[in-house]
């Protein structure tokens, strides 16, 4: 982005828009960080990437030849690695053969297991279509000017779609909430939970709740004191209570200090 101001810095005079639409653009966001106590430091992040990636661009367009082909080759070599990372580490997980690239994947998504599914074909597609058309740029040179920006686009895209569909149970078992539903779904279920059974919420943001209902179709209230209904679902971080008609243990994701516990009201 710096080196897209500097060689178009003789032209900012002339009030170019693609130049001052993108920079006004950074500037307000400065401004807004500088300014907001509330906003999130990766909202306030995401905010900045459209203009910078545009000023960005057009200093790319300025670099020269040399450069471009660093630019290249450190895609095609840096990208290529990625993947054949990441299908490594699969083949690891599948066979076991290197036990500490296996381990370390059962670390983070205990329980999960690779599977030979639609995720796996779109995987081995996008590897496919990457690997041929490195081989295509390794035997012909276009001149067009937006090949490096290209092959660094291309490359991450594959990186994304690689790992998604190669580790999306993994990915499922680790980051989703829908192992954490499922549980608590079983656990109201086990003790006589049905579809028009008032339940509470302590401490469970309107997203969780979200989560809650779209994952387990479990409508979660907050506006009724816990006496009025039978089940409450307790979400608490480190210091976790223990509490004496909690129905099962908690159910918590892996590597994060969140756990969520039912409990039950004793009818007198």
Same mark, same amino acid.
């Given at each position: 982005?710096?080196?897209?101001?500097?060689?178009?810095?003789?032209?900012?005079?002339?009030?170019?828009?693609h130049l001052y639409v993108p920079?006004?653009?950074?500037?307000?966001? &400065?401004?807004?960080?500088?300014?907001? *106590?509330?906003?999130?430091? #990766? =909202?306030? $992040?995401?905010?900045? %990437?459209?203009?910078?990636?545009?000023?960005?661009?057009?200093?790319?367009?300025?670099?020269?030849?040399?450069?471009?082909?660093?630019?290249?080759?450190?895609?095609?070599?840096?990208?290529?690695?990625?993947?054949?990372?990441?299908?490594?580490?699969?083949?690891?997980?599948?066979?076991?053969?290197?036990?500490?690239?296996?381990?370390? &994947?059962?670390?983070?998504?205990?329980? *999960?297991?690779?599977?030979? #599914? =639609?995720? $796996?074909?779109?995987? %081995?597609t996008i590897s496919a279509f990457?690997?041929?058309?490195?081989?295509?740029?390794?035997?012909?040179?276009?001149?067009?000017?937006?090949?490096?920006?290209?092959?660094?686009?291309?490359?991450?895209?594959?990186?994304?779609?690689?790992?998604?569909?190669?580790?999306?149970?993994?990915?499922?078992?680790?980051?989703?909430?829908?192992?954490?539903?499922?549980?608590?779904?079983?656990?109201?279920?086990?003790?006589?939970?049905?579809?028009?059974?008032?339940?509470?919420?302590?401490?469970?943001?309107?997203?969780?709740?979200?989560?809650?209902?779209?994952?387990?179709?479990?409508?979660?209230?907050?506006?009724?004191?816990?006496?009025?209904?039978?089940?409450?679902?307790?979400?608490?971080?480190?210091?976790?209570?223990?509490?004496?008609?909690?129905?099962?243990?908690?159910?918590?994701?892996?590597?994060?200090?969140?756990?969520?516990?039912?409990?039950?009201?004793?009818?007198?």
């Amino acid at each position: 982005m710096l080196w897209g101001l500097y060689t178009w810095r003789r032209h900012l005079r002339f009030k170019l828009t693609h130049l001052y639409v993108p920079l006004i653009l950074v500037v307000t966001g &400065l401004f807004a960080t500088i300014f907001s *106590s509330h906003q999130a430091a #990766d =909202s306030v $992040f995401l905010t900045f %990437l459209p203009p910078m990636a545009v000023l960005a661009a057009f200093g790319l367009v300025t670099v020269r030849r040399d450069q471009e082909n660093i630019l290249d080759w450190f895609s095609i070599s840096i990208f290529t690695l990625g993947v054949l990372t990441l299908w490594a580490y699969w083949f690891a997980w599948l066979t076991a053969f290197a036990p500490k690239m296996a381990r370390s &994947l059962q670390m983070l998504a205990p329980g *999960s297991t690779p599977s030979f #599914d =639609s995720g $796996f074909a779109f995987a %081995l597609t996008i590897s496919a279509f990457w690997l041929v058309f490195v081989g295509w740029r390794l035997t012909h040179r276009p001149v067009v000017i937006w090949r490096g920006p290209w092959l660094c686009a291309l490359g991450m895209t594959t990186i994304v779609s690689v790992s998604i569909g190669l580790y999306h149970n993994g990915i499922t078992q680790n980051r989703s909430y829908s192992p954490v539903v499922t549980a608590v779904s079983d656990i109201l279920n086990e003790h006589g939970y049905t579809p028009d059974t008032m339940i509470c919420g302590d401490s469970i943001p309107p997203a969780v709740q979200g989560l809650f209902l779209y994952y387990g179709h479990i409508r979660i209230v907050t506006s009724y004191p816990p006496e009025a209904c039978r089940f409450t679902i307790h979400r608490d971080r480190n210091d976790r209570i223990f509490r004496p008609d909690e129905l099962a243990p908690p159910v918590s994701r892996p590597h994060t200090d969140e756990s969520f516990t039912v409990t039950e009201r004793r009818r007198q």
